[in-house]
């Protein structure tokens, strides 16, 4: 066996130098690079299931352990499978437990070669992960299922939040989406989801599955069919109804699959493979670590003033750990006091009776820290307007998105920029993070 790189993210300029040397690229998911492949490019690359398991394995670490994500990270495409691909459960067995799941589930969850491919992947190289998402699962699904039940939208749906953050509530994607359900700012805020220099609404729990629930009410009433309302919300209902047309009128998932976006190919497949790995964990050997805590053990306060959670944490005692995990649309751990827009405060059960008894020494240390911060805390900022900005002499992006609290990939993704390159008294749009 020849050595394995212990270097597996490689930066962009290498996989660019290595296309104009005509280096093979391989896939992240199934990528095993030896260091004789990279010095003589002729010679074949090697990987064995066992390899794919431990390349796959660091893969995903990276994923779950880092804040920055992006579906493409879970979803296994099935060109990306290959080798010798053992099985973790049979053709046969597979096919009598998605008959059954077909059965009881609006979805079409019939066999299909693709999605074995991705089941088995997931099983072999990913089962290890799966008990901290399911203990996650604990405390998400149960608030997941008041709101699908709400909006009449199938409580399977659940499994979507997987896919698309691993049940981070603080999961950013490198193309801006952010929360359990990965919304990107615009779309955001078409269903009411506010962000500002303190609050990303993206990431609270409830306000943004109420919206999840909103926007997958509206592909259901287009499509009229939950696989294609799913890989809408994933690729945009014009690359849907593109696919179908493309491929004669077809309204079943699998039918129009070759025709959707790469990424969509393999997206509607993990939501299967999920959802069949959660209904027979136990067949699996799968068992759910034990949760930190259940939503049916929190409730709400409101503030009446700004306040941290260091100063909630000093004053009853919640660790500051516990206190981001039920609050994590707090951008900076603030909780600010703004007028009619009643932010709230998630703490266990058993904590609210104390913090009320102990609100006034709550607000005192506040006033006290106030009173001998250096520089005042940031000013609040809604962010549902854009703006639009003058270059001028002496302007780069780089200073520009210094100057408004953003990134230079935002500027030129508002802009449609493809180099870094400003005209003076070019017009820039820009959504600000911080005021001027």
């Not at 459960?89 to 998605?98: C, E, F, N």
């Not at 493979?273 to 959660?278: G, H, L, Q, V």
Request: proline residues 5%; hydrophobic residues 40%.
């Amino acid at each position: 066996m020849k050595q394995i790189l212990s270097v597996l993210v490689f930066s962009i300029s290498f996989f660019s130098q290595a296309q104009k040397d005509n280096l093979p690229i391989i896939k992240k998911e199934s990528v095993v690079i030896t260091t004789d492949s990279i010095i003589n490019p002729s010679k074949k690359l090697y990987f064995s299931d066992d390899d794919l398991r431990v390349i796959d394995s660091l893969l995903v670490d990276e994923k779950f352990n880092s804040a920055l994500l992006d579906t493409l990270e879970y979803v296994i495409n099935d060109k990306d499978i290959t080798g010798n691909f053992k099985q973790a459960v049979t053709s046969d067995l597979l096919k009598v437990r998605l008959t059954a799941l077909n059965a009881r589930t609006p979805f079409n969850l019939a066999y299909n070669p693709a999605l074995e491919k991705v089941i088995n992947s997931y099983l072999l190289y990913r089962s290890k992960y799966y008990p901290a998402l399911m203990a996650k699962a604990k405390y998400y699904f149960p608030m997941f299922e008041q709101y699908l039940d709400q909006y009449d939208i199938p409580l399977e749906m659940k499994y979507l939040a997987i896919v698309e953050s691993a049940l981070k509530p603080r999961a950013k994607s490198w193309v801006g989406a952010a929360g359990l359900w990965q919304f990107m700012y615009g779309t955001g805020k078409q269903f009411d989801l506010k962000v500002s220099s303190y609050v990303d609404e993206r990431h609270d729990p409830v306000k943004a599955t109420i919206a999840a629930c909103k926007y997958l009410s509206q592909l259901f009433t287009i499509f009229g069919d939950w696989d294609l309302a799913l890989a809408a919300y994933n690729s945009g209902p014009g690359n849907v109804s593109k696919a179908i047309k493309r491929s004669g009128g077809f309204t079943n998932y699998w039918n129009i699959r070759p025709y959707l976006p790469r990424e969509t190919a393999g997206y509607v497949p993990a939501f299967y493979a999920t959802m069949y790995i959660f209904e027979h964990a136990n067949e699996h050997n799968i068992y759910a670590d034990l949760p930190r805590i259940f939503d049916f053990q929190t409730d709400t306060v409101r503030v009446k003033r700004t306040v941290s959670f260091d100063q909630i944490s000093e004053t009853i005692g919640v660790d500051g750990e516990v206190l981001t995990d039920l609050n994590p649309s707090y951008k900076l751990d603030i909780i600010p006091f703004i007028k009619d827009r009643n932010y709230a405060l998630r703490l266990p059960s058993n904590k609210i009776t104390e913090f009320l008894d102990k609100e006034t020494e709550l607000y005192a240390l506040a006033d006290a820290d106030d009173a001998k911060r250096e520089k005042p805390l940031p000013k609040y900022f809604e962010m549902d307007k854009r703006i639009r900005y003058k270059v001028r002499n002496g302007d780069y992006l780089g200073k520009i998105a210094d100057k408004f609290g953003v990134r230079v990939s935002d500027i030129k993704r508002w802009n449609g920029l493809k180099t870094s390159n400003l005209k003076i008294g070019q017009r820039l749009y820009i959504y600000p993070k911080k005021i001027q």
